[in-house]
């Protein structure tokens, strides 16, 4: 069937997209290029097969064993982090790592190998997958684990989707005493100060973000707020996946982000934290999830979508490089809307091509302006490449072939292993024409 509902979350590709419900016997059957499809939160093209078909696996969402003694959960690829959230807390486990949304598949999770606000003690998604089977067009299904078949587990995790579809994994989880989380706002006035306080708050938290006010300059410059986070002991171990409390019902016909609300919402929200440091309880789908919070926001964008540049950084220069960034979409008049700094811990993830390394990671989103837009991103992709570090391909729409074999130099290990009937939008862009 076609389906444009089959969209990426930047929406800046209008693209009718065949898609089918996974069977069992899909990929042997395969009738051209298939890509497994899972709730299409990738920002850009990594989701997309328009010469092909997608494989859906919302549809495949059973938890099928979980111990609550040892919180090891195994379940189909099709589940939402959401639900597993609602069948795991009420026995004290929650997911060893989250992204920022909660709306993402355990499928999709994996092969992104997504991280969150706590990369610098648990790692990558991937760090915490016990196995996983896979089916393929070439060998039928495998059961995968660090000690099995070991080469393809690695590629699997990150590997986009491109080694054969995930039908279930097992997953390790981590034990807490409460669905809610002991919050601490520390404002800082520069980018400097931020620096200089992310290793400790590294050290003495569980979970740690900063937000970046991307028009401030001159003695402002790269001021925030640094927003750390441990579970609290109270107790309360009940989660519901409630409804957004607002939703964006339509496309406007022009982006509600412009210049003038983009230096607004960012004087508006530094300056809600009146003090130097505010310390709080809140929910956890409040710490992680605050954008789940209003319904189809990427809406506001426009009709041309938005652009989501993400980068990693080595530690040694991180600090001149993020500066570098952020001048450059000073410059160029293009600020960002939601501007996140993080560091990424030395814990390695068993995935060959993550995105994840030791040092920072800054995320800038940009309304769609057409070759203006375009401009910018490739020069950050240059400034980011020349520093030594990468951009993320989940979070991609348009980097180059140069620009991901820069960031990503082990790729033709992914080529060698990827399923012959898997392909993806980004991958012939990124590799097939390079």
């Given amino acids: 069937m076609a389906n444009d509902n089959y969209q990426s979350w930047g929406r800046t590709i209008k693209c009718n997209r065949a898609a089918t419900e996974w069977q069992a016997d899909a990929l042997a059957d395969a009738q051209g290029s298939l890509l497994p499809f899972g709730n299409g939160k990738s920002y850009g093209d990594s989701c997309h097969n328009d010469a092909g078909t997608l494989l859906d696996n919302r549809n495949h969402k059973d938890v099928l064993e979980f111990n609550p003694e040892t919180g090891v959960l195994r379940a189909q690829t099709g589940i939402l982090l959401c639900d597993i959230l609602e069948h795991i807390l009420p026995h004290g486990w929650f997911l060893p790592v989250t992204p920022g949304t909660q709306f993402v598949t355990l499928g999709g999770a994996i092969a992104n190998d997504v991280h969150g606000k706590n990369h610098h003690r648990a790692g990558t998604f991937g760090r915490h997958v016990n196995c996983f089977e896979i089916a393929r067009s070439d060998f039928g299904t495998q059961i995968c ?24 994994a097992e997953l390790r989880l981590m034990k807490v005493a409460s669905a809610d989380i002991d919050q601490q706002i520390i404002r800082f006035s520069n980018l400097e100060n931020y620096f200089a306080l992310a290793g400790e708050a590294d050290r ?75 310390n709080d309880r809140v929910a956890c789908s409040s710490y992680f999830y605050p954008l789940d919070g209003i319904g189809n926001w990427n809406r506001l964008y426009g009709p041309k979508g938005l652009y989501q540049h993400q980068c990693a950084l080595p530690v040694e220069n991180a600090e001149t490089v993020v500066a570098d960034l952020l001048k ?51 020069q950050l992709d240059q400034i980011t490449v020349q520093a030594g570090g990468a951009v993320n391909p989940y979070k991609d729409a348009r980097m180059s072939a140069v620009t991901y074999q820069a960031s990503f130099p082990r790729w033709q290990e992914l080529e060698r292993l990827r399923d012959p009937v898997l392909m993806s939008d980004f991958w012939r862009r990124v590799t097939l024409k390079s």
Avoid at 145 to 168: K, M, Y
Avoid at 207 to 230: C, E, M, P, Q
Avoid at 328 to 335: F, V
Avoid at 347 to 363: A, H, M, N, Q
């Fill in 328 to 378: 450059a979409c000073q410059k160029a008049g293009q600020g960002s809307f939601l501007t996140v700094l993080k560091r990424f811990g030395n814990v390695p993830s068993p995935g060959l091509l993550s995105f994840p390394r030791e040092g920072f990671t800054l995320t800038l989103d940009f309304p769609n302006s057409g070759a203006r837009t375009l401009a910018l991103m490739h």
């Fill in 145 to 168: 684990s660090p000690d099995r078949h070991s080469e393809l587990f690695d590629a699997t995790i990150g590997g986009l989707g491109l080694t054969g579809n995930i039908t279930w």
């Fill in 204 to 278: 003495n938290n569980e979970y740690s973000v900063a937000w970046i006010d991307s028009h401030a300059t001159g003695r402002g410059f790269g001021r925030g707020l640094l927003l750390n986070g441990n579970h609290a002991d109270n107790g309360n171990l009940t989660y519901q996946v409630s409804k957004p409390r607002i939703s964006v019902p339509f496309t406007p016909p022009f982006s509600l982000i412009n210049g003038l609300a983009l230096r607004a919402f960012n004087q508006l929200y530094y300056h809600k934290q009146r003090k130097v440091e505010s």
